[in-house]
């Protein structure tokens, strides 16, 4: 007999916080405070579910329940000498199943990295990042002058808003990585095609572009957050369009759910919605047949990170490509398992193997391998450089091939 | 122990180096400056010295040009003081002579036990303005500094050199040392602990008075790194010199 159960409760849960606020206040208080429905921490029944539904959670000495026992105990040193917290990838895993939607991943884990920040405990490779950032407004510590790079060579140019004369449709928000990944760049050049053969009036910001703050924001650095908001929004406020796009779900996350807090407010989609709208314009224009079997890659980002629930769209766009057979790897959508890249992850690498001696991007691949397909589809910037080193590390480089959707529709129009 | 720390700004690599019209120095106007990498490891050697012992950390730059952020992020990470020596012309650059004599009349006005500098830039790998500061002062010198502890009454260091070889060297104070590396890497400060450093605290500014570049090399012509006649180039695309490496290392019987 096949048992289904939801742990959700469905009517909201009235939660009454009394105030422990002394002049300081503690870090429980922190994490109360640190999003909407902190105070759902309060209603922790420590069932442990957060603890094993997380990847790196066999290798942490306090995955998320423990965090909480110790914080009620008031026994924090061992915890905040732990530098395990970083193992954590804010994959929001935890905060999908938690039976009282206590939003572990921005409050508890985030609150906690940021309390190992002020104590010096950064793991240097992300320390590099947040300096890049800070210095160049992106975490690959590029000129910023170079934003624009990617679409140098392309004709017909891609448009700069600073440049363009007139309102724009859509302002494509590119990101750090698809700006400026050498792998990534030939996904944005897939996407410039496809956004010319549907004839949409797009610009990009290039050197006013600023990195989208969602890393920096989950790592717990969120006063680097706070001044990218404050760039990316004057550099929003100065142009005329009708909406964002982005091609980076870390950036439609942090732009759609976080923005808005800090007095940003813009229409934001990820590409994979913008295009699925436009399908019965886009599917005349994909002839090339593809016969491969596919599975598709949910990023967290889009699916269970803040309920985006994007799960359907980007399966659409696949499944408009003729000849495609779309198969699914065992965990997919709300259950799917991070690339390892979220939270400050993509710069953990070294960091997390050298504690876990295991790398979740590995994990998926052979997932993928499993499930039959000969390709990953994906739909994150930071994904097909990951994968692609995923799939040479596990050797099935014979076997299964890395491509982002846009790649694969960019194709499928081609005679 | 009261320590003051020179850092030294210089170009920062993320954008491509330009030489001026002139034929003997690097076009400054696009430039960026950020802190000299051995700089900042002598800062944080000279807080963890702090930390372990007491006392004051004092950063002091010459006005070169994008140097609030280094001294702001430096009161951030736990420095005491800030000064900056404002003087005419900085902005064209300062020869290691003329800013050792800068830091000098600078450092006549400062309590110190210890100067901290980088045991070089990365700008002219010279290793200079340390040793002619510690001249100009009469101070003694120990360049290529690994470690500092604090020992009745003096310091004991200890110095690398060439082929792996590491001295223990008693010294006394005050002196200057050159760092190579600080004890740990350098700390990192969060952005909002830098904001409110802007907002709380004071960059001291001091005018420089004449400066003395009396000793400094004549640069004769700056240009790029020209192939010697040996030397095969490969051209091309990322791939096809992917592919000739590739055939070459192959050839070479470099490859398994």
């Known amino acids: 007999m096949l048992i289904s159960a939801t742990w959700r409760s469905t009517a909201p849960v009235e939660v009454t916080v009394t105030s422990t606020m002394t002049s300081e206040p503690t870090l429980y208080d922190e994490i109360l405070e640190a999003t909407p429905h902190g105070e759902r921490l309060n209603l922790c029944l420590q069932c442990g579910m957060c603890s094993g539904i997380c990847p790196y959670g066999f290798a942490m000495e306090f995955p998320p329940r423990s965090l909480i026992a110790a914080l009620r105990a008031e026994e924090l040193t061992s915890a905040l000498d732990s530098d395990l917290i970083w193992l954590c990838v804010s994959c929001f895993a935890c905060t999908s199943v938690c039976p009282v939607q206590i939003p572990l991943t921005t409050s508890l884990l985030t609150t906690f990295k940021a309390e190992s920040m002020l104590r010096g405990k950064v793991p240097s490779e992300l320390q590099a990042a947040l300096e890049n950032t800070r210095r160049y407004g992106n975490t690959l510590g590029e000129s910023p002058r170079r934003r624009p790079e990617w679409a140098s060579h392309l004709s017909p140019p891609v448009p700069l808003m600073a440049e363009a004369k007139e309102p724009v449709d859509v302002l494509w928000f590119v990101g750090d990585y698809a700006s400026y990944h050498p792998r990534s760049q030939v996904v944005s050049r897939a996407m410039a095609r496809l956004l010319r053969a549907l004839d949409v009036n797009f610009g990009i910001l290039g050197p006013e572009e600023n990195s989208d703050g969602d890393a920096q924001l989950l790592s717990g650095e969120k006063g680097l957050y706070e001044m990218l908001v404050l760039k990316n929004g004057k550099a929003f406020a100065k142009y005329q369009f009708k909406q964002v796009v982005t091609t980076d779900p870390h950036a439609f996350n942090v732009i759609k759910n976080e923005y808005p807090r800090a007095g940003v407010t813009v229409p934001i989609q990820h590409y994979t919605q913008f295009l699925a709208e436009r399908l019965d314009q886009l599917k005349p224009l994909l002839h090339r047949e593809l016969n491969a079997r596919v599975a598709y890659h949910d990023p967290c980002a889009l699916g269970r990170a803040n309920s985006n629930n994007i799960y359907d769209e980007p399966r659409q766009l696949l499944q408009a490509i003729p000849g495609l057979e779309l198969v699914e790897m065992a965990h997919n959508r709300a259950n799917t398992i991070c690339c390892g890249g979220g939270g400050g992850g993509n710069w953990l690498d070294g960091f997390v193997w050298e504690q876990a001696h295991a790398r979740t991007s590995e994990w998926r691949v052979e997932e993928a391998v499993r499930a039959g397909a000969e390709i990953l589809a994906v739909a994150c910037p930071y994904e097909t450089p990951r994968f692609e080193d995923a799939v040479k590390s596990t050797g099935h480089q014979e076997e299964l091939i890395v491509k982002d959707i846009a790649e694969l529709l960019s194709e499928a129009m081609r005679d | ?256």
């Open chain 2, 1 to 256: 122990m009261d320590i003051l720390v020179p850092i030294k700004l210089v170009p920062d690599l993320v954008e491509e180096l330009e030489i001026a019209a002139n034929g003997v120095a690097l076009d400054r106007r696009f430039m960026r400056l950020i802190p000299s990498e051995q700089d900042d490891h002598a800062l944080e050697e000279a807080l963890l010295l702090k930390e372990r012992h007491g006392g004051s950390v004092t950063v002091i730059t010459l006005d070169t040009g994008d140097t609030d952020d280094t001294l702001y992020t430096a009161i951030a990470k736990g420095a005491d003081r800030a000064i900056k020596v404002t003087g005419e012309s900085f902005d064209e650059g300062v020869t290691n002579h003329a800013a050792s004599s800068v830091l000098q009349a600078a450092a006549k006005d400062l309590t110190f036990d210890l100067i901290l500098t980088g045991a070089q830039a990365t700008d002219d790998l010279d290793g200079s303005t340390g040793p002619l500061l510690a001249a100009r002062l009469g101070l003694p010198f120990v360049g290529y500094v690994l470690a500092v502890s604090q020992e009745d009454g003096g310091i004991v260091v200890r110095k690398e050199y060439p082929g792996g070889l590491v001295a223990e060297m008693t010294v006394d104070l005050p002196a200057v040392l050159g760092i190579s590396a600080a004890e740990k890497p350098p700390r990192y400060v969060v952005t909002a602990k830098v904001m409110e450093a802007m907002k709380t605290a004071t960059i001291e500014e001091v005018a420089a008075g004449d400066a003395d570049a009396q000793g400094a090399a004549e640069l004769a012509r700056m240009y790029l790194p020209e192939s010697g006649e040996r030397a095969e180039m490969i051209e091309g695309g990322v791939d096809q010199v992917a592919d000739a490496l590739v055939a070459l290392f192959g050839k070479r019987g470099l490859l398994g």
